[in-house]
């Protein structure tokens, strides 16, 4: 399938909330609880990234910029051959403590429509997202994932990621979960 990864615009919004929401929906089901996943809704998500995009417009930020709290966020849009958005991802300075932010990015998220899985256009997405963390300026990147996320780990591995034993834990509605670091050299 033919991609299209352009910066997100604040009208992407109710698509990215869609796109984010099914994503977790299908990717998470027995990994997360599923009233936790029940309770995740498109448009209320959708609206969330609006009010994100549009204050990351207002500050004046380069195309897809998103204000996430105190967080600024860069959002990648991922369109199919027939121009709609199948899939999100967001980059920016490393969040965690101890990381410097300056030389370290970190991939936040990325998610794709189910319907789109194993299409490619994750591949073209994560490729634009690894090249806007290298254009912020960052080093090396990292990012958090499920350790039961099979498929997201295999992706990423595929597409030059990897651990250095590092874990956490979460808690999404109540289950305590953990996570598992990549990291990704930027220089090459
Ligand atoms: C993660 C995500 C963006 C990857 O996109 P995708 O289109 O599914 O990725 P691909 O199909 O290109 O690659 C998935 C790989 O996992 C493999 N795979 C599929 N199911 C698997 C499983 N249960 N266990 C292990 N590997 C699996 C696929 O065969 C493929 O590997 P291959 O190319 O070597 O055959 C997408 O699946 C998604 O949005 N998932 C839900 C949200 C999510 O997990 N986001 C990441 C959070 S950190």
Sequence with gaps: MAARVRPAEVEDAAAIGRCHV????????GQMPDDYLEGLDEALRGES??????????????????ELGQNRTRVLVVEDDGGEVRGVASVGAARDAG???EATGELWMI??????????????????????LRRLGHREAYLWVLDANRRARRFYEREGWATRGEQKRDVFGERELVEVRYWRDLST
């Design 111 to 132: 998610n794709l429509e189910p319907s789109a899985w194993g299409s490619g256009l994750a591949t073209a997405l994560l490729e634009e997202a690894t090249a806007e």
């Design 99 to 101: 990381e410097d932010p």
């Design 22 to 29: 099914r994503a977790w929906k299908a990717g998470y089901r």
């Design 49 to 66: 990234w609006r009010g994100a995009l549009e204050a990351g417009r207002e500050a004046g930020g380069e195309p897809g910029t998103a």
